[in-house]
């Protein structure tokens, strides 16, 4: 309140979108390896409790965001989410369990003009290919522990943010944080 009041900040998001059901299982319900060994025993019992998570979480989200007119000046961006869970994927467990919905809502908010703020826990590297066809301007990635640089030159659409690990923020020294920065 103060930071928008009284400097004119912009709270972060309107909206929060959840990258898939996968987040969900993974965090609230089986933990990291009891949803490994379902997606190799069951995976189409998987599939169907995001699909679940989907329809009750994702699917209205995307309907809001395709109806709100945007260009809200009190939000810094449409949308905000974070990605966690994809740091336990291969690229064929991620393009099977999570990123079917992920697309869906990055390409909602990219048909209707919005923004997105993604914070990224753990790597993105190896995911890069699944976000370079995006209208430039259209997503930030807030990197967790990538080298932004090496980000920027494979995504030269994206916004980099952030890209000081968060160990370092906690832990560290205030010269070593500055250190690190430059």
């Known amino acids: 309140k103060v930071l928008k009041e009284e400097y004119g900040v912009p709270t972060l998001s309107k909206y929060a979108l959840m990258s898939s059901g996968h987040e969900n299982i993974v965090n609230k319900f089986r933990g990291i390896a009891g949803t490994g060994i379902d997606a ?11 699909e679940m ?36 994927l ?14 869906q809502g990055l390409d909602a908010l990219a048909e209707t003009g919005k ?18 066809d995006y209208p430039k301007g259209m997503l930030c990635l807030h990197l967790e522990i990538d080298d932004p640089y090496e980000i920027r030159r494979e995504l030269p659409n994206v916004c980099i943010c952030g890209g000081i690990p968060i160990a370092l923020l906690g832990s560290g020294t205030k010269e070593q944080v500055i250190d690190y920065a430059k």
């Open 40 to 50: 190799r025993r069951n995976p189409s019992g998987m599939l169907k409790v995001i």
């Open 53 to 88: 998570y989907a329809e009750k979480d994702i699917y209205p989200a995307i309907q809001t965001i395709r109806s709100d007119p945007g260009q809200d000046m009190n939000f810094a961006f449409d949308c905000q989410g974070g990605m966690l869970t994809h740091s336990i």
């Open 90 to 103: 291969s690229p064929s467990q991620f393009d099977k369990f999570y990123w079917p919905w992920m697309k």
């Open 115 to 132: 923004t997105m703020y993604l914070f990224i826990q753990s790597d993105i590297k190896r995911f890069i290919p699944h976000f370079k």
